[in-house]
């Protein structure tokens, strides 16, 4: 069964950084393109960054632009978001996703999702 597990997240202050993680198994990283999504409480799912499966390929909601980096590492069959100037707004729990393709939509054909692990900004 394949798995993906989110790791990294926690309470932060604002301005602060996070990393979070998403290990697979049962599953080869790179055969898919991956993304990160988040939903904050009383809101819907939205995408924040995917990276694509050949050439990783980025793109980012604008509202983490500059601030969150996506990144892989298929020898690990790991993916994680480098998050930066974390603020009030970012508190979320936050989910991995293998997609179909990755896009400037970000949201495409989700294949699998993890379980997802809680961000909370908050001085």
């Known amino acids: 069964q394949v798995q993906l597990v989110e790791s990294g997240g926690g309470v932060i202050q604002p301005g602060g950084s996070l990393r979070l993680s998403c290990a697979t198994s049962?599953?080869?990283?790179?055969?898919?393109?991956m993304g990160w999504y988040r939903q904050a409480p009383g809101k819907e799912r939205e995408g924040v960054s995917c990276i694509s499966r050949v050439d990783s390929t980025t793109y980012y909601a604008d509202f983490v632009k500059d601030r969150f980096t996506i990144s892989r590492d298929n020898a690990k069959n790991t993916l994680y978001l480098q998050m930066n100037s974390l603020k009030p707004d970012d508190t979320a729990v936050y989910y991995c996703?293998?997609?179909?393709?990755?896009?400037?939509?970000?949201?495409?054909?989700?294949?699998?999702w993890g379980q997802g692990t809680q961000v909370t900004v908050s001085s």
């Open positions: 996703a293998a997609i179909a393709y990755c896009s400037a939509s970000i949201w495409t054909t989700v294949e699998y």
């Open positions: 049962r599953f080869t990283l790179d055969h898919y393109a």
